[in-house]
């Protein structure tokens, strides 16, 4: 496997759960991180984590918002002046809406699509004539077993990861070319802030739940492939052990 020792790696919504978590595995690993997030606070205090974690860890927090693309290309243009490219994305900004949909609002349909399909589409757009002037990078999109297997009261979540699956495999097809890799990961239920609104788990694992380090392990296992290895679509899931 490759390694991404000072690879520059964009992550979206990395100021907790699985952003966080894929920011702390890769800054371990000696990336070059920008951790992208809407809340300051947090995103500085991942970015401290990450240096606590690895004195030599090269971190850029930068605040962002993947639904409005001035944000967008705010985010990139502060990237590239700071480490002067982009290797790899992950896509993992999202949010998720537990209504009917006689109930659901215009808003509240527009928020969902926004973030976890048009944000992906606005920030790929934006880093692809990079990776495709330096003739190669990774585009990691993170959708959810919702994304193929529908549940009741998560419509919009629902149709927003299923739009995320088709969008990555035809992107896919357009750059593969330019030796530019898009995967997409469809994680389970995973115990973080966005699946338990209680509280966030901390090293705890609730019943038929994934921790977020071991989605971030299967994002790093997608960067770490061989160059002509692609794994376009990875399903992880927890190990459910009946008693």
Request: proline content about 5%.
């Amino acid at each position: 496997m490759i390694s991404v020792q000072d690879k520059i790696v964009i992550i979206t919504g990395a100021s907790r759960g699985i952003g966080k978590a894929t920011a702390l595995l890769f800054g371990e690993k000696g990336a070059r991180v920008v951790i992208a997030a809407r809340s300051q606070d947090d995103s500085e205090k991942t970015a401290s984590e990450m240096i606590k974690k690895n004195p030599k860890s090269e971190v850029l927090a930068v605040v962002s918002d993947v639904t409005q693309e001035k944000s967008i290309k705010n985010l990139v243009q502060q990237a590239i002046q700071k480490f002067g490219g982009i290797d790899i994305l992950v896509n993992n900004a999202g949010i998720g809406i537990n209504k009917p949909v006689a109930e659901f609002t215009t808003l509240d349909w527009d928020l969902t699509l926004d973030t976890n399909l048009k944000g992906p589409f606005l920030i790929s757009r934006e880093v692809l004539p990079i990776m495709i002037k330096q003739r190669g990078g990774q585009i990691i999109n993170i959708s959810s077993g919702a994304g193929k297997n529908p549940i009741k009261n998560y419509a919009a979540y629902c149709a927003s990861k299923f739009g995320l699956i088709g969008f990555s495999e035809s992107l896919a097809l357009e750059v593969r070319n330019y030796n530019i890799k898009v995967s997409v990961l469809l994680p389970g239920t995973t115990a973080t802030h966005f699946g338990d609104k209680k509280r966030e788990y901390v090293g705890l694992r609730p019943k038929n739940s994934l921790l977020p380090k071991e989605v971030a392990e299967a994002i790093l296992t997608l960067a770490t492939q061989e160059p002509q290895a692609w794994t376009s679509e990875m399903n992880l899931r927890p190990l459910i052990i009946e008693p």
